[in-house]
């Protein structure tokens, strides 16, 4: 390489490092950080708070200070920058506050309640009252006056002879009163002598009565072995209807009586078979239902998907149900990389000064993290299928194009057709099988929406689990 090569490539990795610590130093957002959204804080007094200040919501920062301009009123507002992510909602609001007695200032954002309409981007929260170092030195200064005050006060009341004086009378109550407690201790000594006399003559009639409950058992005990010789009585009669028993199935077993007559006659006996070769012919036509299933083709697959837009993923579990005719089923449960879509309309209503109201309608969008589900049924025509049904828990339809011995498949699904403010989501891709069991995917969705269109990249796996259709193919009734 020669000198001048070496200076230039010098120069540019200088430049680099130069830039980067322009973009560190300004705190320039670029990229996906650089897709923020902005709201305004009203403020009283801004006092310390400056230019690219930090902004928190629960101490954990989410932003920062985008510029500060003066009303009219003689009030500040605060325009702020959140980062992509953070909502506001209805009732948010704004607070400045230091990090410590001499720390920075920064603003401190209250989301506002969950359940109310999300604020846009651009909108206007009011402020709440902080206290600030000149406040707290006005409350220190009265304490210090009611301190002041107070001892004051003491000094005026304990101090001097007439002090002295109601101090000694203080202490002279004290030794009173230990004087009057030991004399009532002394004049009650005698109660406490009969109270323990009580318990002595208590304890000696708990033992007399426990010596009477003895001489009660031992007077009974006659008693006892005579309930004892009932129970043998009772074991003898036991026996003698054992035997009984006995006796009545023997009637049985040589036909005598009407039980034994229906259990010995050839009638019944015939019945019976008839019966049995009833459940025979329903076991045979369960058993043929049960070879048809085994027809059925089950496949299961999974498939991981990319947006590069987002930078978000999706994942999809699927079974497909295709029995020997050209009929198709589809059943599918998904993770998306947003979760489920929520459309909700409120209606705020405010009260103006003068009495009348006013009503605001708000469409809020937003994402649940939930499962989504498919479900279709279709008809496959050679090498193409029409699918309809649900899509990713929406009313959809699709349709696929085989081809190349089902190594290539091009696939076109639209869903979601009542969105508000957009398009029906509509989704092209393409799946090639390169080896058995695999297969990779391309395409773009969000076709008829360009600001939220995306190519989509994805890889998975498929297979058809022949251990559940023996399974299903193998299962009889005894005959």
């Keep these: 390489m020669s000198a001048t090569a070496k200076i230039g490539a010098f120069f540019f990795v200088v430049l680099l490092l130069l830039a980067g610590l322009i973009l560190r130093i300004e705190d320039i957002a670029i990229g996906k950080k650089a897709r923020t959204q902005t709201v305004e804080v009203r403020f009283d007094d801004v006092s310390g708070l400056d230019d690219k200040s930090a902004v928190r919501i629960a101490g954990v920062r989410v932003g920062k200070v985008d510029g500060i301009r003066l009303l009219p009123d ?3 507002v605060v325009r702020v920058a959140l980062e992509p992510g953070i909502e506001l909602r209805v009732g948010a609001t704004g607070q400045i506050r230091g990090s410590g007695f001499l720390g920075d200032k920064y603003v401190e954002l209250f989301p506002g309640p969950p359940g109310a309409p999300r604020l846009g981007s651009g909108a206007r929260i009011e402020s709440r009252t902080s206290t600030g170092m000149d406040d707290l030195t006005k409350m220190a200064s009265d304490i210090g006056k009611d301190v002041k005050e107070l001892t004051s006060a003491l000094s005026a009341s304990l101090g001097g002879s007439k002090g002295e004086e109601k101090i000694n009378r203080i202490v002279d109550n004290l030794g009173r009163l230990a004087d009057s407690l030991a004399n009532a201790v002394d004049a009650n000594r005698q109660n406490v002598d009969v109270t323990l006399a009580n318990l002595k003559t208590f304890s000696a009639a708990i033992n007399e009565t ?30 003698t209807t054992v035997d009984n028993l006995n006796s009545i199935t023997q009637k049985m077993d040589e036909g005598k009586g009407t039980v034994g007559k229906l259990l010995n006659d050839e009638e019944t006996i015939n019945n019976l078979n008839d019966t049995m070769k009833s459940v025979k012919s329903g076991v045979d036509e369960f058993n043929k239902a049960l070879t048809d299933v085994r027809k059925v083709e089950l496949q299961f697959g999974f498939r991981g998907e990319y947006l590069t837009r987002s ?88 349709v696929d194009q085989i081809l190349w011995d089902d190594k290539l498949k091009f696939t076109g699904e639209m869903w979601d057709f009542n969105r508000t403010g957009f398009y029906p989501q509509l989704k092209i891709y393409g799946r090639w099988v390169p080896v ?36 299903l193919g193998t299962v009889t009734v005894f005959k």
Excluded: C, H
Excluded at 213 to 235: H, P, Q, W, Y
């Design 311 to 398: 930078g978000g993923g999706n994942g999809y579990f699927t079974l497909d149900v295709m029995p020997n005719d050209n009929r198709f089923y589809r059943f599918e449960v998904g993770a998306t990389s947003d979760g489920k879509r929520i459309d909700e309309t409120s209606i705020v209503t405010v009260t103006n000064p003068d009495g009348s109201t006013t009503s605001t309608t708000y469409n809020t969008l937003t994402f649940q993290d939930k499962l989504v589900f498919s479900a279709q049924m279709g008809w496959r025509e050679k090498n193409t299928i029409l699918r309809a049904g649900l899509i990713e828990s929406r009313g959809g339809v699709g």
């Design 436 to 471: 058995k069991n695999f297969f990779l995917t391309a395409g773009v969705s969000e076709v008829l929406n360009a600001p939220v269109r995306s190519i989509v990249l994805g890889a998975g796996f498929s297979w058809t689990d022949e251990r559940v259709k023996s399974l």
């Design 74 to 76: 003689a009030t500040a």
């Design 210 to 239: 426990l010596n009477r409950i003895d001489r009660i058992l031992d007077e009974n005990r006659s008693t006892v072995k005579g309930s004892l010789a009932n129970i043998d009585s009772i074991t003898d009669k036991l026996k």
